[in-house]
């Protein structure tokens, strides 16, 4: 069964601390993407890559970076953590939208980080 | 400013009857369109999707509107089942890129 897997489930972190997200999708999907949920939000999209060490911002990058060394993992990295970066995010993957298609998303389920 | 609107937070359906969910957009550069459905601790999955050329695309249970003039979209679940108690979200692409922008979300609750 192919799909995105996230490292962490829950984590509970204290403010400044560094927090890696680790994703890893086995579709050989050349996009993966970090979304943030919140309530009354929906998923915003934080950052992208559409390729090994490529990286685009999302809507919402501040206070956070990335990184894409292999095509199949896909790290969100808080430098300093926050407390208003208490959120569940998600991972994505998908291949690249071509001409006459929807871009279907792959989600992982979900890490829910509480920043006290 | 959101480009994909989900104006209800909540909807209440008794079992057997149809869930209308609902979607406005802004943006007409759009050029696909999908719901995502996504129960707690579980990431969105995919449900259905609509290209801007169409007006309906049907699967099953669900079906998907379209209505480019308006710039709104709307799921039907007929009939509703419990298990499709959820969190639904609509969400808009363009071809431009690879990228999902989603609206707020909405849960739906289907009463036995």
């Known amino acids: 069964d192919v799909k995105v897997t996230q490292s962490s489930r829950y984590l509970v972190k204290r403010t400044g601390e560094k927090v890696f997200l680790e994703c890893v999708q086995d579709m050989d999907h050349e996009n993966m993407f970090w979304y943030r949920q919140d309530p009354g939000l929906g998923l915003r999209l934080i950052y992208f890559s559409y390729d090994v060490k490529m990286k685009e911002k999302g809507d919402i990058p501040e206070g956070y970076s990335v990184s894409r060394e292999k095509k199949e993992r896909f790290s969100l990295i808080l430098e300093s953590a926050s407390t208003n970066q208490t959120s569940m995010y998600l991972c994505?993957?998908?291949?690249?939208?071509?001409?006459?298609?929807?871009?279907?998303?792959?989600f992982g389920a979900g890490s829910r980080l509480t920043v006290l | 400013d959101q480009q994909v609107k989900q104006n209800s937070p909540s909807l209440s359906v008794q079992e057997g009857r149809i869930s209308i969910l609902n979607c406005d957009y802004t943006?007409?550069?759009?050029?696909?369109f999908l719901w995502y459905k996504k129960y707690p601790a579980e990431g969105p999955t995919f449900l259905i999707s609509?290209?801007?050329?169409?007006d309906k695309n049907e699967d099953g249970r669900f079906t998907v509107f379209l209505n480019k003039s308006a710039k709104h979209l709307s799921l039907h679940i007929v009939p509703s089942q419990p298990g499709d108690s959820a969190v639904y979200f609509c969400a808009a692409s363009n071809n431009a890129g690879n990228m999902l922008t989603f609206g707020g979300g909405t849960r739906l609750m289907v009463k036995p």
């Open positions: 994505a993957s998908s291949q690249p939208q071509g001409a006459g298609g929807a871009n279907v998303l792959t």
């Open positions: 943006n007409s550069m759009f050029d696909y």
């Open positions: 609509i290209s801007s050329i169409k």
